[in-house]
């Protein structure tokens, strides 16, 4: 079932829509930092550009509860949220942050659900893409515990453009978090893993530990 929610609340994520020219940034600035309201907080490229999420929520939410089949799902819909969202280049990379607040969704889950819920959220994500060969790794930022999933994948009907997804999903006191990538080169991914990240507190300087993946672990 937690899978199937994420599935569907995915559609709130317009990763398609980022799919278009952007400004390539000239010249390297320091992070932006953004600090979410469930605690946590990640510190962005500063030189991308900030896309302006809101005007496409509300069709994205209608969208996301049509395709819903359960209660928690359409609760799933109408609760997620996009935190921040950023692109760079032609075609663009793209960082962006899920939320899905506790007091909203009216349950919490807990820290056995993180697998099943981040391979929803990275199935969710991959719904724009024909994507192949994931690998998986689980690590820690302090106390918390991080579930990461990266694959390589084509947009669907442009098989010329490759990216990189990567999806690394977290559990809060007050909600869950995932951060996503959708990176076109090897730059971009690196920006995105060597990210600092704040957690309720814990502080890392690189949000993907350079051990991580190292086994190469397949589903």
């Known amino acids: 079932m937690k899978s199937a929610l994420f599935a569907t609340i995915l559609v709130l994520a317009p ?5 278009q020219a952007t400004p390539a940034a000239p010249a390297a600035a320091a992070a932006s930092v953004y600090n979410g309201d469930l605690g946590y907080s990640f510190a962005y490229p500063g030189d991308w550009e900030v896309v302006d999420t809101k005007p496409m929520m509300p069709a994205a939410h209608q ?3 049509e395709n819903a089949t ?3 799902e ?3 819909a109408e609760c997620a949220q996009i935190g921040f969202l950023v692109r760079n280049g032609n075609p663009p ?9 506790f007091d909203c969704f009216g349950s919490k889950f807990s820290q056995d659900d993180l697998p099943s819920l981040g391979e929803g959220i990275a199935g969710g994500m991959k719904k724009n893409f024909d994507a192949a060969d994931p690998i998986y790794d689980a690590y820690k930022i302090g106390s918390h515990r991080i579930w990461i999933e990266r694959a390589m994948g084509n947009v669907k009907g442009h098989p010329e453009m490759t990216y990189t997804l990567e999806t690394a999903c977290t559990i809060l006191d007050k909600g869950m978090v995932c951060l996503f990538t959708m990176a076109k080169d090897d ?3 690196a920006l995105f893993e060597k990210s600092a990240v704040t957690l309720e507190g814990d502080k890392a ?5 350079a051990t991580v993946f190292a086994a190469d672990k397949k589903k």
């Open 15 to 19: 990763v398609a829509g980022m799919c």
């Open 63 to 65: 969208q996301a509860a």
């Open 70 to 72: 359960t209660d928690p």
């Open 74 to 76: 359409k609760k799933g």
């Open 93 to 101: 990379s793209v960082i962006m942050s899920l939320t899905l607040p």
């Open 187 to 189: 730059s971009a991914l």
């Open 205 to 209: 300087d690189a949000l993907v530990p």
